[in-house]
């Protein structure tokens, strides 16, 4: 699986692994990534709310959301196993097909991380990154449910090219 990683998920991957002593997970250049599917492909962003981090991620072909967290700098390392983990238990929750779920997930090891080059995906990230934020600060984090934050965003209706559409059912769709 590929993320497109904005440049501040990218800078604090980096000081965390630094903060440990880890070596930095790898970050590919965009033209040399392979096998293009937009499945496949998510864009993912950091955000800060009340000293603690959020990861959020947005699924390329269908606007999915998934957030993650809460972090400290060192252990934003973990937003990638925490993504694998909501999202599976997501997908679980939707009564997607456990060996369907298994074998999406399996493309997650390891994660190909690249900078983020579209606009256009950013965008939907942003626009789901602050929503993240406005149910942390109004929900606060002691009650941070990253499973429940995805499914209430994917059920948030979005604007694609001056179209209304849900993410969760553009993201069901694919699994029927």
Request: proline share 6%; with cysteine; hydrophobic share 40%.
């Amino acid at each position: 699986m590929r993320f497109h990683c904005t440049k501040k998920l990218l800078d604090m991957l980096n000081k965390s692994s630094k903060l440990l002593d880890f070596d930095p997970l790898p970050v590919q250049p965009v033209d040399k990534v392979t096998n293009q599917d937009e499945l496949n492909d998510w864009h993912a962003s950091l955000t800060e709310v009340d000293g603690s981090y959020i990861a959020t991620f947005i699924n390329d072909l269908t606007s999915f959301p998934v957030v993650v967290g809460l972090f400290d700098l060192d252990n934003i390392y973990e937003a990638f196993e925490g993504f694998e983990n909501v999202l599976g238990e997501v997908m679980l929750k939707q009564k997607i097909d456990k060996q369907i779920v298994f074998e999406y997930l399996e493309d997650l090891e390891p994660p190909i991380l690249t900078k983020t080059i579209s606009r256009a995906k950013t965008g939907p990230l942003s626009a789901v990154t602050i929503d993240a934020q406005n149910i942390l600060y109004e929900e606060g984090t002691t009650s941070f449910d990253p499973v429940e934050v995805t499914i209430a965003l994917s059920e948030t209706p979005r604007v694609k090219n001056g179209k209304a559409f849900f993410p969760a059912e553009n993201w069901l769709e694919i699994w029927d």
